[in-house]
C-alpha cells in the first residue's frame, strides 16, 4: 500500500494550525472550546492571503466544527 504524503502533509499543516490556536487561546486567557477554536481559524482564514492556505484553514475548522 503506497502512502499518500500529500494527504499526511495536509493533515499535519492542520493539525498545526489547531494547535497554534489553542497555544493563542491559552496565552490570551480565553476558554478553550469548540465554537473558539473555530473561530479563531475561521479569523485566521480571513487573514491570510494564500488561497491554499485559506483552504486548509477552512478544512480544519470544518474538522474541529464537526469531530471528524
Request: with cysteine; glycine share 10%; aromatic share 4%.
Amino acid at each position: 500500500m503506497e502512502r499518500d504524503e500529500l494527504a499526511e502533509d495536509r493533515i499535519a499543516f492542520m493539525a498545526g494550525e489547531v494547535g497554534c490556536v489553542v497555544f493563542e487561546l491559552v496565552y490570551n486567557s480565553i476558554e478553550i472550546n469548540k465554537d473558539n477554536i473555530v473561530g479563531m481559524l475561521e479569523g485566521k482564514r480571513k487573514a491570510v492571503g494564500n488561497v491554499i492556505h485559506k483552504g486548509l484553514l477552512r478544512d480544519a475548522a470544518e474538522m474541529v466544527r464537526k469531530g471528524k
